[in-house]
């Protein structure tokens, strides 16, 4: 168990702090992560002693911002209940928190972006035009609260395997896009490999997927989309979720 006082834990607090205040809306970045740390809102309500009608206004946007006391009342009070539920959400996060690492003046080949509010994977494909080329009876049931985007080639050949675990950010509920694929094998071979996965792939720009590529994506469940978007497009459709 993670210590309350552990200078990550402020870290990460901070951090989220952060980003529900600077958001665009402040509200549908609690509802965010809420549901990230699976709490429900009258669980949430009880512990920071208001009512759940006042918790849904805030997500909902029907109130107004809240102020700073609330929003360190509302991540203390996630914090403790994962605590109280085993700390597997906050342990996560501090794993799998970190900036991307750059190879010496090269520049970096992945980068990560964070939803404003988590989406289906069925709302994902329908935002990027996509194709779903395998599993698609599990995409409904998948949520991503963001993206990584990779350089498939550079990803495999110059990424020491220690900084894998970097790709997924703050948590492994997001959707990896891979970048200039040929067959999609080689993606999904470190995908097999690796020791976490991610939620959904997707891959540019790939007609025809290799066949050990969609067999492993069947063994490991994960739902493969492809599309045909210029990346430009994908990019900017998938920044404003």
Same mark, same amino acid.
């Given at each position: 168990m993670i210590e309350e006082g552990n200078a990550e834990i402020s870290s990460l607090k901070e951090k989220i702090?952060? /980003?529900?205040?600077?958001?665009? *809306? +402040? #509200?549908?970045?609690?509802? =965010?992560?809420?549901?990230?740390?699976?709490?429900?809102?009258?669980?949430?309500?009880?512990?920071?002693?208001?009512?759940?009608?006042?918790?849904?206004?805030? /997500?909902?946007?029907?109130?107004? *911002? +809240? #102020?700073?006391?609330?929003? =360190?009342r509302f991540i203390d009070k996630l914090f403790e209940l994962d605590s109280e539920n085993g700390g597997s959400v906050v342990q996560g996060l501090v794993k799998f928190s970190g900036e991307p690492r750059q190879k010496g003046e090269s520049k970096v080949f992945y980068s990560i972006h964070d939803f404003s509010v988590p989406i289906s994977g069925t709302d994902l494909n329908r935002i990027i035009d996509g194709k779903i080329v395998v599993n698609p009876g599990l995409l409904?049931?998948?949520?991503?609260?963001?993206y990584t985007r990779m350089d498939s080639l550079k990803v495999i050949l110059e990424m020491d395997p220690a900084e894998y675990p970097k790709l997924f950010g703050s948590t492994t509920e997001r959707a990896f896009v891979f970048e200039n694929v040929s067959s999609g094998r080689s993606p999904m071979v470190v995908i097999r490999v690796a020791p976490i996965k991610p939620k959904i792939v997707i891959i540019h720009n790939v007609t025809n997927l290799d066949k050990l590529a969609i067999?492993?994506?069947?063994?490991?469940?994960?739902?493969?989309l492809?599309?045909?978007?210029?990346?430009?497009?994908?990019?900017?459709?998938l920044n404003k979720i």
């Open positions: 702090a952060g /980003e529900i205040t600077l958001a665009d *809306s +402040p #509200g549908s970045a609690m509802k =965010k992560w809420r549901e990230f740390f699976g709490i429900s809102q009258v669980d949430l309500a009880r512990r920071i002693k208001i009512s759940a009608s006042t918790i849904s206004d805030y /997500e909902s946007n029907r109130r107004l *911002s +809240p #102020g700073v006391g609330v929003i =360190k409904e049931s998948v949520k991503v609260f963001g067999k492993i994506a069947q063994v490991e469940r994960i739902p493969v492809t599309t045909k978007l210029p990346l430009e497009e994908v990019y900017n459709r």
